[in-house]
């Protein structure tokens, strides 16, 4: 409705009202989450119950997602440490082979007696210009007088700056056997690894900026005499950039050590190179465990994981830590992302049952709290209660109550069970009547039945006396009319004839009659002898008359009690289908009684 204009809304102060009306939202808010947080109140222990039992089942879920998150980064860590393995297996094996290829080469010119020492340097150079990225050194060595009869010594040796295999890097020459410089039979080098003529790795070592490893390959002859050694140099730079890739999610890194514990690589160390696992923490606790299990393994450390396994044929190991961030970093946000989402919404969930079941339950608690006020106690307990306890206390209360009234109800249990019999009896009797009364209305049924089909039966007589009664009035009727139409005086007039026939003959025996007069005279006679010997014979007319008019008279009255006779059976028939009507209802009604 618009306002007057004379209607002034009145001021109102919008900063009291605004605080108030948010105090009021908060003041409720903390009364209902204090509510819930006690124990003493239903809600409170609902939403602990609920909530602990989902964070129960979200650790559980979590724990098992952990779990399988670990197994399925154990195998892929396994399945990236295999693929660093091979390629290192790959770097050591092609180094051994160009050794090898060396050896056999300056072994199949010393069989074939080549005998100049340029011949064993030009083979090294061509080899060495075909070395793999990996190679930085290639080198021949020969035993004392070992390939070359006439020279005790020969040592050519290439190496490069570098191990990237770029044509603008000039190789470089130095022969070991020219006694300038370091003259190689009186190295350390030579009585470590030459002289006890064997396939050997050297530990990871330093050589000007570089960080080298070397492959020795011995050269025997076909009589088995030592002829000298081959020896390979790879760049541990090399080995580094194929490790240095992370392990698992962008995270980890790998390592290159010796059985020994000796730090061939460490990509995301450098510092570490040459030194030992003891640098490392985590791992200095571990290494025990990894030198006591054979080949591979996958252990766990302070920091994270550690997987390691065996190169091929040497004696390293490749090692690859992946912190524990990388794995459950991920799970862990997901699972406090999972845990907000359901305590958000069992809060709700729970909010919305206890007022649904509030709404349900206040109306029994306002009664039991009536209750508890007539009980005093009741009353003592019921304050210290929640509201289920509250309903329990009420509820075995009314059932103490109910305990005292069961005498009562058991004394009325005993007279309902005589009261009972007394009925059944009763029934019984009656159940009796009712088979009786039942069979009676049967038979009257069927006799009624019977006194229909006998009523039919004489309304169908009835009906034929009716048509004869009909015919013979019909035929008195016309009797009557054909005998008033005979003439009245009949045996007069007969009488007459004869007396006047008697005479006629009487004048003709007087007179002379002609024979045809004579004849038909005599005739006449006869027919009237025969006349009076037939009106002898029937009564007389006005006896005929008075019998037909009587047989008339006697058929009109008997077609009069026939149509009356015919009304009696109509209407008993009537009164026959009433009782039959009455009798089946009485059947219907016994038989229901019964049931």
């Given at each position: 409705?618009?306002?007057?204009?004379?209607?002034?809304?009145?001021?109102?102060?919008?900063?009291?009202?605004?605080?108030?009306?948010?105090?009021?939202?908060?003041?409720?808010?903390?009364?209902?989450?204090?509510?819930?947080?006690?124990?003493?109140?239903?809600?409170?222990?609902?939403?602990?119950?609920?909530?602990?039992?989902?964070?129960?089942?979200?650790?559980?879920?979590?724990?098992?997602?952990?779990?399988?998150?670990?197994?399925?980064?154990?195998?892929?860590?396994?399945?990236?440490?295999?693929?660093?393995?091979?390629?290192?297996?790959?770097?050591?094996?092609?180094?051994?082979?160009?050794?090898?290829?060396?050896?056999?080469?300056?072994?199949?010119?010393?069989?074939?007696?080549?005998?100049?020492?340029?011949?064993?340097?030009?083979?090294?150079?061509?080899?060495?210009?075909?070395?793999?990225?990996?190679?930085?050194?290639?080198?021949?060595?020969?035993?004392?007088?070992?390939?070359?009869?006439?020279?005790?010594?020969?040592?050519?040796?290439?190496?490069?700056?570098?191990?990237?295999?770029?044509?603008?890097?000039?190789?470089?020459?130095?022969?070991?056997?020219?006694?300038?410089?370091?003259?190689?039979?009186?190295?350390?080098?030579?009585?470590?690894?030459?002289?006890?003529?064997?396939?050997?790795?050297?530990?990871?070592?330093?050589?000007?900026?570089?960080?080298?490893?070397?492959?020795?390959?011995?050269?025997?002859?076909?009589?088995?005499?030592?002829?000298?050694?081959?020896?390979?140099?790879?760049?541990?730079?090399?080995?580094?950039?194929?490790?240095?890739?992370?392990?698992?999610?962008?995270?980890?890194?790998?390592?290159?050590?010796?059985?020994?514990?000796?730090?061939?690589?460490?990509?995301?160390?450098?510092?570490?190179?040459?030194?030992?696992?003891?640098?490392?923490?985590?791992?200095?606790?571990?290494?025990?465990?990894?030198?006591?299990?054979?080949?591979?393994?996958?252990?766990?450390?302070?920091?994270?994981?550690?997987?390691?396994?065996?190169?091929?044929?040497?004696?390293?190991?490749?090692?690859?830590?992946?912190?524990?961030?990388?794995?459950?970093?991920?799970?862990?946000?997901?699972?406090?992302?999972?845990?907000?989402?359901?305590?958000?919404?069992?809060?709700?969930?729970?909010?919305?049952?206890?007022?649904?079941?509030?709404?349900?339950?206040?109306?029994?608690?306002?009664?039991?709290?009536?209750?508890?006020?007539?009980?005093?106690?009741?009353?003592?307990?019921?304050?210290?209660?929640?509201?289920?306890?509250?309903?329990?206390?009420?509820?075995?209360?009314?059932?103490?109550?109910?305990?005292?009234?069961?005498?009562?109800?058991?004394?009325?249990?005993?007279?309902?069970?005589?009261?009972?019999?007394?009925?059944?009896?009763?029934?019984?009797?009656?159940?009796?009547?009712?088979?009786?009364?039942?069979?009676?209305?049967?038979?009257?049924?069927?006799?009624?039945?019977?006194?229909?089909?006998?009523?039919?039966?004489?309304?169908?007589?009835?009906?034929?006396?009716?048509?004869?009664?009909?015919?013979?009035?019909?035929?008195?009727?016309?009797?009557?009319?054909?005998?008033?139409?005979?003439p009245a005086h009949s045996s007069e007039t007969l009488a007459a004839l004869v007396?006047?026939?008697?005479?006629?003959?009487?004048?003709?025996?007087?007179?002379?009659?002609?024979?045809?007069?004579?004849?038909?005279?005599?005739?006449?006679?006869?027919?009237?002898?025969?006349?009076?010997?037939?009106?002898?014979?029937?009564?007389?007319?006005?006896?005929?008359?008075?019998?037909?008019?009587?047989?008339?008279?006697?058929?009109?009255?008997?077609?009069?009690?026939?149509?009356?006779?015919?009304?009696?059976?109509?209407?008993?028939?009537?009164?026959?289908?009433?009782?039959?009507?009455?009798?089946?209802?009485l059947v219907r009604r016994s038989q229901s009684v019964s049931d």
């Amino acid at each position: 409705m618009p306002f007057s204009r004379s209607f002034v809304p009145p001021k109102v102060d919008r900063s009291n009202a605004s605080s108030a009306s948010v105090e009021y939202p908060r003041h409720a808010l903390k009364k209902t989450l204090m509510g819930w947080l006690r124990l003493n109140s239903f809600a409170g222990k609902l939403f602990w119950m609920i909530m602990l039992g989902a964070l129960s089942g979200v650790g559980g879920m979590a724990f098992l997602f952990s779990e399988m998150i670990k197994y399925q980064a154990e195998d892929q860590v396994r399945s990236t440490l295999d693929g660093k393995v091979n390629a290192i297996s790959s770097v050591t094996e092609a180094a051994e082979t160009l050794a090898y290829g060396l050896g056999v080469s300056a072994t199949t010119l010393h069989e074939r007696r080549a005998q100049y020492p340029d011949t064993y340097r030009e083979l090294t150079l061509k080899l060495f210009e075909k070395r793999p990225d990996f190679v930085v050194g290639l080198g021949l060595g020969q035993s004392e007088n070992g390939l070359i009869d006439n020279q005790p010594w020969l040592f050519p040796y290439y190496w490069s700056a570098s191990s990237a295999n770029s044509e603008d890097l000039p190789v470089e020459y130095e022969d070991f056997a020219d006694e300038v410089g370091e003259f190689y039979p009186e190295s350390e080098r030579y009585q470590r690894y030459f002289v006890p003529k064997r396939e050997v790795w050297t530990e990871p070592y330093e050589q000007g900026d570089s960080q080298l490893l070397t492959y020795y390959f011995p050269l025997l002859g076909n009589d088995g005499r030592w002829l000298g050694t081959t020896l390979v140099d790879i760049d541990g730079q090399y080995l580094g950039n194929l490790l240095n890739d992370p392990v698992f999610r962008k995270m980890g890194h790998f390592l290159l050590l010796t059985r020994e514990g000796n730090i061939v690589v460490d990509p995301a160390n450098p510092e570490n190179n040459l030194k030992t696992y003891e640098g490392i923490d985590d791992l200095k606790d571990i290494w025990p465990n990894i030198v006591r299990h054979e080949k591979t393994g996958f252990l766990e450390g302070e920091a994270g994981y550690w997987a390691y396994a065996d190169v091929p044929g040497q004696d390293w190991l490749v090692l690859a830590f992946v912190p524990y961030a990388a794995i459950f970093n991920r799970l862990a946000l997901i699972t406090l992302l999972a845990t907000a989402l359901m305590i958000a919404l069992l809060s709700v969930a729970i909010s919305l049952a206890i007022r649904s079941l509030n709404r349900h339950l206040r109306p029994v608690l306002n009664q039991c709290n009536e209750l508890a006020e007539t009980d005093s106690g009741l009353l003592a307990q019921w304050n210290q209660q929640d509201e289920l306890n509250q309903l329990s206390l009420a509820f075995f209360n009314m059932l103490d109550r109910l305990n005292l009234n069961a005498e009562t109800i058991r004394r009325h249990e005993q007279k309902i069970e005589q009261e009972t019999l007394h009925l059944d009896q009763v029934s019984e009797q009656f159940e009796d009547l009712t088979h009786l009364l039942f069979r009676q209305a049967a038979k009257q049924q069927q006799l009624a039945r019977n006194s229909q089909q006998h009523l039919a039966k004489i309304a169908h007589d009835v009906q034929s006396v009716d048509i004869q009664l009909d015919a013979v009035n019909t035929m008195g009727l016309a009797l009557n009319g054909e005998v008033r139409r005979l003439p009245a005086h009949s045996s007069e007039t007969l009488a007459a004839l004869v007396q006047q026939v008697d005479a006629l003959k009487k004048a003709m025996e007087l007179g002379n009659p002609s024979p045809q007069l004579q004849l038909l005279i005599d005739q006449v006679v006869k027919n009237i002898v025969a006349l009076q010997s037939h009106y002898r014979r029937w009564p007389s007319v006005d006896c005929l008359q008075q019998q037909t008019n009587d047989l008339v008279q006697a058929g009109q009255v008997a077609a009069k009690e026939s149509q009356t006779v015919g009304e009696l059976v109509q209407s008993m028939a009537q009164m026959l289908a009433e009782i039959e009507q009455i009798s089946t209802t009485l059947v219907r009604r016994s038989q229901s009684v019964s049931d």
